[in-house]
């Protein structure tokens, strides 16, 4: 009954167009309803501990991060550095896209951001070389994918939160596998391109090599102070939320001069609105992630699949369905926030590593950034590129079904995430 309770009143409020924050709430009131202890005290204690959690302050630095890259010239550097690589080769632009997705995400972190900045600097070229503009945009928003899965990543943050893991080893476990999604969509692309009649760039010389990428150094620098710093402790996920925004402040104003002092304002209030969307859900989320436990929900869970506990790869098969079938109505926060405390006793009574597990849950959620009808990363390459919503979904198609693909996969083969894993934490 207390299954039915929260999935009516979470599913019920969400159909009826109640915004997914709200949604969460109510569910949690109708919990404590159920449960015969409603207590308005309780309920707003919870959302302001939901929300006052040092850990958590990673997420408004690195949102706040992206935004100063975007605007500051660091996130064009890097593509024209990547064009100066590969840009001349057939099907030369793709790539480039790929490769600055890559880069990019070691840098900010949101999917939502990288998306933003290759839409609008690499579709116009795509369209102009003779590239599909639908197949173009498909594959940027498949590379946005990328975002949440390299450190420094968003999603990892509060998945950490949520289980209660070490960010940093999620941070350092997500690498290769970000890895292999990025080397998934670059044969899918070479599959797909091969055929194109398109004109790339010429070729570029060594010295503009050399130049792009004296251009692109103090923006290729971020990366490696954030992950050095992390595997040999220097500072906290939290503290490298904080370099990483203040870096690219530094980098933006007083090397690139770029982000004008005027301009400064706007930045900081576009990721303060951002920011305050995501705690908020964040807050509810974790409302009903108390209660939750209260209701003892996870043990009710556990007995549901117990079926399956006994054979991990089988229990990873059968979440990993139920997280795609979510993520094609339910952004990747909420999906975090509400899966997580229901699905990690599960996963630690299988037997399953928690940093694995995690791993693969954030790669599940951020494909599900482009599953559609609601993929977020959809609508955000649609509307900077001006592409049709359904050009987009027609374009993101193979590389969605390459992302998957490389999953299972990981599911199929545990090893492509603990090795590396084990290899890179020391």
């Avoid at 593509?79 to 057939?90: F, I, Q, Y």
């Avoid at 946005?144 to 350092?172: D, Q, T």
């Amino acid at each position: 009954m207390t299954i039915t309770v929260f999935l009516a009143s979470l599913l019920g409020a969400m159909a009826i167009g109640i915004p997914i924050a709200f949604s969460l709430l109510l569910c949690g009131v109708a919990l404590m309803w159920h449960l015969d202890m409603f207590d308005a005290q309780i309920l707003a204690q919870n959302v302001i501990n939901g929300a006052d959690s040092f850990p958590l302050l990673a997420v408004p630095f690195f949102m706040l991060a992206g935004e100063i890259m975007n605007t500051g010239g660091l996130s064009k550097r890097i593509v024209d550095l990547a064009l100066t690589l590969v840009g001349h080769v057939r099907g030369g632009l793709g790539y480039v896209a790929i490769v600055a997705a890559c880069v990019l995400s070691a840098l900010s972190g949101s999917a939502v951001a990288d998306a933003a900045a290759l839409s609008a600097l690499l579709i116009p070229m795509m369209v102009a070389a003779g590239h599909d503009k639908a197949r173009s945009g498909g594959l940027i928003a498949a590379a946005g994918v990328i975002g949440p899965i390299i450190p420094p990543s968003i999603g990892f943050v509060i998945f950490g939160v949520a289980a209660n893991l070490s960010i940093s080893k999620l941070f350092l476990a997500g690498i290769f596998p970000g890895i292999l999604v990025a080397a998934a969509l670059w044969i899918t692309w070479w599959w797909l391109a091969r055929k194109e009649q398109v004109t790339p760039p010429r070729r570029s010389t060594r010295a503009e090599v050399l130049t792009a990428l004296r251009k692109a150094g103090w923006a290729l620098m971020l990366p490696l102070i954030i992950l050095v710093g992390l595997r040999f402790g220097v500072f906290t996920p939290t503290e490298a939320a904080v370099v990483a925004a203040v870096y690219s402040l530094f980098v933006a104003t007083v090397i690139y001069r770029e982000l004008k002092p005027a301009q400064i304002y706007g930045v900081f209030v576009t990721a303060a609105r951002t920011t305050g969307v995501v705690m908020f859900l964040v807050a509810a989320a974790l409302v009903s992630a108390w209660l939750i436990t209260v209701a003892d929900l996870p043990s009710k869970v556990v007995a549901l699949l117990q079926p399956f506990v006994g054979s991990p790869m089988l229990l990873m098969v059968m979440i990993m369905l139920l997280v795609i079938v979510v993520g094609t109505a339910m952004d990747m926060t909420p999906t975090i926030l509400i899966l997580t405390p229901v699905l990690m006793p599960v996963v630690k009574a299988a037997g399953i590593d928690p940093i694995y597990f995690g791993v693969l849950f954030i790669i599940n959620n951020s494909i599900g950034l482009v599953t559609p009808p609601v993929g977020t990363v959809l609508n955000v390459v649609a509307g900077v590129a001006r592409i049709r919503m359904d050009d987009v979904i027609r374009g993101v198609w193979p590389f969605m079904l390459a992302e998957f693909v490389v999953m299972f996969l990981m599911v199929a083969f545990p090893a492509l995430v603990t090795w590396p894993a084990r290899l890179l934490g020391g």
